[in-house]
Nanobody, 117 residues
């Protein structure tokens, strides 16, 4: 069982920045692909970014050039740096962990990000 704890959300004005942090409770963190998702009430959860166990990264087109994802295997952490935030980035952001090659995920409890115009 892997526990994920997100932090770093909050209220920010459009154009501002936030850094979300996810801490994982596993000694095998380096073997997990780590992702961030976001969800707005009434809508499906949306994938935002991934960093694989080998360090490959990808982000959804809506945040390309503004968000970056990084991991620290020694600290069991992954963070999402969000710059040039827009009101449409407002959502609950969730961290997920997937053992490389598997099809199931562990999820955190989420952290609220609100961007005011």
């Amino acid at each position: 069982q892997v526990q994920l704890v997100e932090s770093g959300g909050g209220l920010v004005q459009a154009g501002g920045s936030l850094r979300l942090l996810c801490v994982a409770s596993t000694g095998l963190f380096r073997m997990y692909d780590m992702s961030w998702y976001r969800q707005v009430p009434g809508k499906q959860r949306e994938w935002v970014a991934i960093i694989t166990s080998t360090g490959q990264t990808s982000v959804t087109d809506a945040v390309k050039g503004r968000f970056t994802i990084h991991r620290d295997n020694a600290g069991n952490t992954v963070h999402l740096q969000m710059n040039s935030l827009k009101p449409e980035d407002t959502a609950v952001y969730y961290c997920s962990a997937r053992p490389t090659g598997s099809s199931w995920d562990y999820w955190g409890q989420g952290t609220q990000v609100t961007v005011s115009s």
